[in-house]
Each structure stands twice: as C-alpha cells, then as structure tokens.
C-alpha cells in the first residue's frame, strides 16, 4: 500500500496544472496576453501571496510581481518576514494581463478562479496573503474594501488568511500604507510559525 499523503505528488500536479494553464481559453483575456501568468514560487510552500492581476512586465516575463509592485514585495518579504520569493508562492486573482492594466472584470475573475482554487489545493499553504482589494473580496466573499479588512487574519478554509494592502498602493500612498503593510506581514509570519 502506498504510504504518501494525497497531496505527495502536488510539485508535478501543479506543473501539469500550469501546462494546462498556459493554453487557457476560459475569458477574453486570453485575446490580448502575450502569456499566461500562472504563479511562481515552493510548490509546497507555508505562504502563498495572492494579487490582482499581472501587468506588462508579468506578462513578457511570464512571473507575476517582477515590476515595481515586485520589488518592494520582496523587501518587505526579506525585511519582515526573513523570505525570500522562493520560500513562498505567489500567484493572481487573474492569470492574464488585462489590458492597459485595467481592472478586472467579475466574468474575468469568475473564469479564472478554478485555477487559483486547484493551486490553493495543491500548494496548501498555511497562510494566505492577499495583496489589495480583488482577491481580499474574492476569497474571502465580501465586498468590503481592503482598508477595513485588513488589520486581522481570518479563518479560510482551514488556514489563516491575511489581507494586507497591494504594494502598488504602498507606491502611491507613502508611509502609512506601507507601515500596515509591515504590520500585516508580522501577522502572517506569527501564523506561518505558529
Ligand atoms: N500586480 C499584481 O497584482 N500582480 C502582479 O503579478 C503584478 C502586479
């Protein structure tokens, strides 16, 4: 009898998954993608981060968060958290850039949840971390914003969930944002350890 757990072949599954990603149909994003951005990072890692959607520089690399958003998500990560990307995962709400970055649209996000649940199953972190408004909203079934969601973690499914501002909104917003940006990421490396 076999004696691995059900998710021991999870690493090869989640790259069957991405295969099968890269060919995705599902919305009208698909149209105007230069490639699918399916998530980068430990297939069996503790910590996933979740954002909105990839921009232009996601989608010539083929890796979410490698622009300005990125940077500084991998200095808080370091400074913070003492990770670097690799020890997490980080993935999207949305797998295709929408284009000239705007929003994404709720039939968009609703065809591309699959894939971000199935990389939920398959990674099974222990903690989530969303980054801005859409994927606070959609895994955690609200429509309350990111500004009164955050400050506390939240029982998703068995883990931890850790909403926490997106960092182009440290960007643009300064200190304060960024500051509670720093706080929520303390919050979710107490629950990673815990
Ligand atoms: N913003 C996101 O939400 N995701 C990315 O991958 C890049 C920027």
């Known amino acids: 009898m076999p004696t691995s757990s059900p998710t021991a072949d999870a690493p090869a599954r989640l790259a069957l998954l991405a295969d099968e990603a890269a060919g995705c149909t599902r919305c009208g994003l698909a149209e105007g993608r230069t490639q699918v951005v399916f998530g980068t990072g430990a297939p069996d890692a503790d910590l996933m981060f979740v954002g909105e959607g990839p921009g232009a520089r996601e989608d010539e690399q083929g890796l ?3 622009g300005r958003s990125g940077q500084l998500l991998d ?3 370091r400074e913070e ?3 670097d990307r690799s020890d997490c995962y980080i993935a999207n709400v949305v797998k295709c850039r929408p284009p000239g970055n705007r929003d994404p649209k709720p039939d968009e996000i609703a065809a591309c949840r699959p894939w971000l649940e199935e990389q939920l199953e398959l ?3 222990t903690v989530v971390v969303t980054l801005g408004n ?3 909203r959609l895994l955690l079934d609200t429509d309350t914003g990111i500004t009164k969601l955050r400050g506390q973690a939240y029982h998703f499914g068995g883990r931890h969930l850790v909403p926490t501002f997106h960092p182009a909104a440290a960007l643009r917003g300064g200190a304060d944002v960024l500051a509670k940006m720093r706080a ?3 919050r979710a ?3 990673v350890a815990a």
Request: proline share 10%; no cysteine; hydrophobic share 60%.
């Open 64 to 66: 979410p968060f490698v």
């Open 75 to 77: 200095q808080l990560l």
């Open 81 to 83: 958290v003492g990770l």
């Open 123 to 125: 990674i099974d972190p």
């Open 134 to 136: 859409f994927a606070a």
């Open 184 to 186: 929520d990421l303390v």
């Open 189 to 191: 490396k107490k629950l």
